[in-house]
Nanobody, 124 residues
């Protein structure tokens, strides 16, 4: 298993959750890491990405910009997603993905490695 997500759960609207992805891909530092999500009946969509070359180079979906923060720790081979001010529409399975030497694409087909996902449910 190369990517394992954790941290999902049930939270009320306005609350926060922190997702984590532990990677066994090597070398981790050559992979751009991203989070995607898929709600029931919808296609998988891009959430956020952090570049392999610079941990400060990030990009976000307009739907989460200002509420979510992606970060990576190359020493621990992890990538996290801090989610604040959660909304009902954030309910989905969240997937961690990796793209070697990637440019932070929003397209699922650009990512070679995927985790199995973690469920995030936001309730009112």
């Amino acid at each position: 298993v190369q990517l394992v997500e954790s941290g999902g759960g049930l939270v009320q609207t306005g609350g926060s959750l922190r997702l984590s992805c532990a990677a066994s891909i090597r070398p981790f530092s050559t992979y751009t890491m991203a989070w995607f999500r898929q709600a029931v009946g919808k296609e998988r969509e891009f959430v956020a990405a952090v570049r392999y070359s610079n941990e400060n180079m990030t990009n976000y979906s307009n739907l989460v910009k200002g509420r979510f923060t992606i970060s990576r720790d190359n020493a621990r081979n992890t990538v996290d997603l801090q989610m604040n001010s959660l909304k009902l529409d954030d309910t989905a399975i969240y997937y961690c993905a990796a793209d070697e030497y990637g440019l932070g694409s929003v397209l699922t087909q650009m990512y070679e490695v995927w985790g199995q996902g973690t469920q995030v449910t936001v309730s009112s």
